[in-house]
């Protein structure tokens, strides 16, 4: 159904992200399916399941190491790793004679409509930056969703490709870069509250590039002395 599926570029090829509405009890099953037949090594999930007493997202992944089946799709729990603000979690899928592994990476401090906290940015800007080293050892599509799979979701896909451009450019057209998203989904990156975030994650990723710059400077300055 394309209101609930948005096929998005990315940074260095076409089609990187799949951006999707959080599962239900009734779509779990195809949204294993779509994991599969898109072979997507990774789910970044940016809701919780349950926010302000109200069900934001099916818990579409099996609670323990037990495997369970969705559908004709098998999917086990191999680890699960936790942090605060973040659990990431590699699930092993089965149908017929193929399996593949899925590292299901959740950030669970980000609130619905809203944006983390000016003191969360360190955090969020860490989590993109986990996701994206294991992006980089793939070229298969990455499924990202939160509960409408527009808001939360645009803004992370929105920082994941700033992130990779602020390392090769010194500019950056955010807006220009959310209209394109706009184009292919309608309302990636909700709010304005979520617009003015990604420019002030964007100012924390410039002034990150200015230090290591002068850092990576004087280290060669000193080399060159010796």
Known sequence: NSELLGNLQG???????????GPLPETRNDFWKMVLQQKSPIIVMLTQCN???????????????????????SVEMMSETKSPEWTITKFRLGYADETQDVLHLNYTSWPDHGVP???????????????RQQANRTKDPI????????????????????????REHEFADILGM?????????????????????????LLMWQKKK???????????NASKT
């Open 11 to 21: 940074y260095k090829h076409s089609k990187e992200y799949i951006a999707t509405q």
């Open 51 to 73: 926010e302000r007493r109200r069900v934001k997202c099916d818990h579409y992944w099996p609670f323990t190491d037990e495997l369970v089946m969705y559908g004709e799709i």
């Open 117 to 131: 906290t000016v003191n969360a940015i360190e955090s969020i800007l860490q989590f993109v930056h986990i996701v």
């Open 143 to 166: 499924i990202v969703h939160c509960s409408a799979g527009v808001g939360r979701t645009g803004t992370f896909i929105a920082l994941d490709r700033l992130m990779q451009h602020i």
């Open 178 to 202: 959310v209209s394109e998203m706009r184009s292919h989904r309608l309302s990636m990156v909700q709010t304005e509250e979520q617009y003015v975030f990604i420019h002030q994650c964007v």
């Open 211 to 221: 230090q290591s710059s002068i850092t990576s400077d004087v280290i060669y300055e």
